[in-house]
């Protein structure tokens, strides 16, 4: 894949979340009688908005570090964990700004913080993207290889999809045997797939 594509669809999968949820607020303000404390609720407690983003940004950095040369990976990986930040940051914003909007610009602070914390997804996509770019800009101080910082890159998305998988299960009233043991195995795979990049390094901090 050239690398200018490879960009352009790693910047239309960072965008996506954004795309997503402006189109459902369209929809939903459009066939309802205008934008209020339902329709916030419904698009941010909406379970496959928040699996779609977290997808599109693990699938955009997974994009921007597999198209691009070995010497350029680390490089791509740090512009994507900033990427993150921003995106966090831009989502608290966003979703504070249209609660306040939803409760007619005029809510009591105790409503509008009720209804701000009642919407959980924003909240835990900031901090899941915070924890993803962390764990990803943690990762320059381990040395490795390039390939293998494409491995523990990775890892740390599998990972990352552990906790998800569980609360979406859960939030969805699956099986509760399936959620554990679809997320067990993606703990486990992200696991394996950090130590066998790693294993150079942790038997050198063994030996010490």
């Known amino acids: 894949m050239k690398s200018e594509l490879a960009e352009d669809i790693s910047f239309i999968l960072f965008l996506l979340p954004v795309i997503l949820t402006g189109g459902f607020l369209l929809w939903a303000s459009s066939i309802g009688s205008g934008y209020d404390t339902d329709?916030?609720?419904?698009?941010?407690?909406?379970?496959?908005?928040?699996?779609?983003?977290?997808?599109?940004?693990?699938?955009?950095?997974?994009?921007?570090?597999?198209s691009n040369p070995l010497s350029l990976r680390q490089r791509k990986l740090e512009i994507?964990?900033?990427?993150?930040?921003?995106?966090?940051?831009?989502?608290?914003?966003?979703?504070?700004?249209?609660?306040?909007?939803?409760?007619?610009?005029?809510?009591?602070?105790?409503?509008?913080l009720g209804l701000f914390l009642t919407a959980r997804f924003p909240l835990i996509y900031s901090v899941l993207l915070y924890v993803l770019s962390s764990m990803l800009t943690l990762q320059f101080k381990i040395p490795s290889t390039e390939s293998s910082l494409v491995v523990n890159s990775t890892s740390v998305i599998v990972l990352l999809l552990a906790p998800i998988s569980f609360l979406v299960g859960t939030t969805a009233q699956l099986p509760f045997a399936i959620v554990v043991i679809v997320s067990i195995s993606l703990l486990g795979l992200g696991i394996g797939l950090f130590a066998q990049a790693n294993k150079t390094w942790f038997r050198t901090e063994k030996s010490l």
């Open 39 to 66: 329709i916030y609720l419904s698009i941010t407690r909406n379970p496959i908005i928040f699996v779609i983003s977290i997808l599109a940004v693990s699938a955009g950095t997974l994009v921007e570090i597999y």
């Open 80 to 112: 994507n964990a900033r990427r993150m930040q921003w995106l966090a940051g831009i989502t608290i914003l966003t979703s504070a700004v249209a609660a306040w909007v939803s409760l007619g610009g005029s809510a009591t602070p105790p409503a509008f």
